[in-house]
Structures are given as structure tokens and as C-alpha cells.
């Protein structure tokens, strides 16, 4: 099961509510071209026009299904997959070309996920509409309070995950929260801190954000 499925599970016995969830998993492999032309989108209301990634394998799932409709909760603006530049990741210490769309959650909650590589880590990134409050409820007690940008942060001591070579930042959004997590490889020096650098990885991501979101 998925870092961000554990997450969803874990909101739900929160919240004690009933969820029908979908994950959808793509074949995509990190060797897979990467299309570098962008156009004008706006995939909502709230979503400001901008550039983004055309590649069809990148392309986020629709969040309106059966699930989602009866939720209340405002769709995922923010999609790791199509709106980061091949800049940004390159700047965040990730080779661009091994972007690829992660195991996306559409229901009560929303994920929108996408994994990148480099020699001595693994990132994903997720994109959800879990309220800030619901994550604070959940990670709370384990994390320590950031900014990144300006923005509030958590960067997370998960014990479940401290003895995996893992760290994680979650940067609060206006829908909700975004989940910057590292794993160390098997190729990463065996001295090396999964927490050492994340949080200039969050400040490099972060703006790819958008200010309004």
C-alpha cells in the first residue's frame, strides 16, 4: 500500500466516516520521455491559467466520479505531475526526466501524486484536499511546526517510518495540504540524514504552488 493510502486510511479513522476509495496506478517507468512543451490550462474556477506539462501519461485523473460528488470538498488544484517545471525539479536535487504519475487517489479525499528519482533518493509528491486541521489531528503529535515561503509547514517524525531512511514536509494549501516525502536509495551513503536538505527541497517546490492556491 502507498505512502499516501496509509495517509488516507489514517484521516479516515479520524474523521469516523465511510469511504469507497480508488487508487489507479500508472505503468509509466522513470526511462519514459518526458514532454517538455506546456500549454494554457485551467482545469477549475479556482485554478488561475498557467502553463503546464502536455505529456498525456502526466495528465491527473478527473475528480468527479460517484465519490467525490457528495463530499463537499473543493477539487485538488495544485497537480505535482504537470504543474513542476524540469528546472524546479532539477534545482530540488531530482532528474526531470524520471518524473512519473504516482498511484493518484480520487474519493472522499483527493490525492493527485507524482514520484521523481535521483541516485540517493526517492521523492513523491502529494496533492490533497484533506483539510489542514484533519493533518495537524493526524501528524501532529509527532511534528515539528515550519514555514516554507511563508507558508505553514510540518515537518514530520512519522515513528512508523523513522527506521526506513524517510522524511516528510507537509506545506499547508488553501484546499489543503501538500506532502513532500523522501526515501533514502539503496545507493545513498549509509551516514546520510533522510531529513538532511528536505526543507530546501519544500522551498524550492513550494512556489510551483501558486501564490492563490
Known sequence: MTRICNTLLALLVIAVAPVAASCSSNSDTASEPVDSGRTITSSTAAQLVRPTLTNPKLQPPSQDNKYTTSTGRPKVV????????????????????????????????????????????????????????????????????????????LLVHDPATSMKRSCQVDVRTKVGFVQIAVDLTERAPQNLNPCDGITDIASTIEPEIGKDN
Open 78 to 153: 495544485f497537480d505535482p505531475c504537470t504543474w513542476i517545471s524540469d528546472d524546479t525539479a532539477r534545482r530540488a536535487g531530482f532528474d526531470p526526466a524520471s518524473r512519473a504519475r504516482g498511484d493518484d487517489l480520487v474519493a472522499e479525499y483527493s490525492f493527485l501524486t507524482c514520484d521523481f528519482l535521483s541516485t540517493s533518493r526517492t521523492l513523491q509528491l502529494n496533492s490533497g484536499n484533506a483539510s489542514w486541521e484533519e493533518d495537524l489531528a493526524k501528524v501532529g503529535s509527532y511534528s515539528e511546526p515550519i514555514t516554507v515561503n511563508g507558508r505553514q509547514a
